[in-house]
């Protein structure tokens, strides 16, 4: 039994001001360059105080989870913002050329936090199918040839990643829920990004009815699958057991939309919930999606709360 | 034959509107908050010019108020709670999903914006929708569907006479829900349309996100002036429609709302030929298929210079 998150953390208030006047021509790159890093640190320290085991680098550089990417992948163009939701928008690409490998997505990412840190480390990226699915596209005649084209540019990632040491990588899949029609692409995409990658491979996917893409899910070709739980208060646990889930479980029990800290034993009942269902060394306790949204200081709360229920509980159980 | 070109409604905010309602709203709006009214203006007015600019001249507000789509108009009426994020068709776009907590009233303006672009340009569509409104939201008030159905008719009904009375003369009602409504559903469906439609100004009944042969022929019954069809997501099927039933007066959705990619006006031409050689019609729309909403703004008024371009080819 694990602990672990699923990749953002808040960032500090200072890098938000950098980063502003990094936009506004004030400061230059290097100056920029050292800000992201201390940052990683700090997000790291926090992460390593909280006592998680496996952890990333709080994506300091990331804006958001879809154009980071495409901006470095050849065949995607941003031409601007679309809303979301609400207030909310994020520069949605266009798909508008062959989709095909650039540059490096994450490894500088892993290689710089392998070297601030002895906790073992967990690659999140954004998998195909939610790029594609959150983007336009322009060029390709099938979305499924987008998806796979990009399932490559992905692959070719990954060996890198593996080649520099990486162990664990877990593909972001939040869209996948929300077509279960074209589960058999997704699937097709995983297949094709895991490809020959010799690493323990987690999928974290959020929101939407899961009941709708299982058992079909249960195929895919991941070791663990990441669901949040606490945001629908682990009624979701049912269809689990529904389907003799039998892959390691990446177990969401901490709420990431409500700013209210989790008590220790809402956190360990929760757990040994999950216990019902997968061995403990299946399960990876995690908040239910990336913290980012949240105040620094609940962030880091909702963390520690998670790191001591998962140890009371392994304490109970003496494991 | 006479062709105006038209948009179906909502138009990306500019980015300083965007800055200004993320500063007082948050990022989600809360429902005690009230938009400033001159900067509203200078909003509507931006938009408004830029669709006269690219070529429109049967423009809208822009919906630049509309945080839940067309779900806005719930939030708007008594008897709905808006609640958590819930995903709208099949965008990547979420609205905060009504609920029913009491009887549904209208007891203020709905299209207050509205006014706002009337005062600016009277040669404007007002658009409303109503059995769209019932499908996505949750009933947990009324007991029978149709009484919450026709709560909601009268709600719309009621504002629908106000706008006609200020003087707006085009009133399109959303419903890309009807595409999927059963067939059992259509005779109430009359009964509440024609209650709609009964009015002076002239009305359009908007579908998209696909085709909508399942409401054929009933909807011909439903009293709308103009019916507006998507010949981008439901080409084939909506031609055999054309083909197959007397249209008098038609929206053609034909500009693809929701991709960036910039089609070629000769494709367009020739789609638009197919369509129209079927029937003669007295009244000819052309417009996106979709809300532009879903695309960046240089994209969203490309989209709109490329229906005048059409327009100029075809006439």
Redesign the interface.
Known sequence: MKTTVVGSYPKPKWLLEILNMYGEGKIDKSLMEEAYMDSVKSAVKDHEIAGVDIIWDGEMRREEMVSYFAERIDGFKI???????????YP?P?IVSELEYREKLVIDDFLYLKSITDRNIKVPITGAYTIV??S???YYLKREEAIYALAEVLNREFRGLVRVGANYIQLDEP?IP??PEELEIAKNAVEIMVKGIRAYIGMHICY?DYRAIFPDILDFKVDQIDFEFANRKFEDLKILEDYDYDKDLGFGCIDVHSKTVESVEEVKRAIKMALDIVEPDQLYVDPDCGLKLLPRNIAFEKLRVMVKATNEVKKEFDL | MNVTTTVVGSYPRPEWFRDYLRKVEGLQKELNVKVDEEIMKKAISEILDEQRRAGIELPTDGQLIWHDFLLTIASRLDGFEMNGLIRYFDNNLYYRIPITRAKIKRSAEILYDLDVAFEIYRDIKAVLSCYTITKLSKNMFYKKYDEFLWDMCRAIREEIKRLESMGVKYIQIDEPSLIYAKRDELGLLEEIFKEITRVKSETILMTYFGSAENIFPEVLDFGFDVIGLDFVEGYEENLNVVREYDIHSINIGIVDGRNTKIEKVNDLKEKFEKIVSSDNFKIVYISPNTGLEFLPRVKAYEKMELLTKLRGVII
Do not use: L, M, P
């Open positions: 031409y601007g913002e679309v809303r979301v939701w609400g207030n909310a928008y949605k266009s699915d959150w336009f596209n322009e869209a929300t077509h939407g």
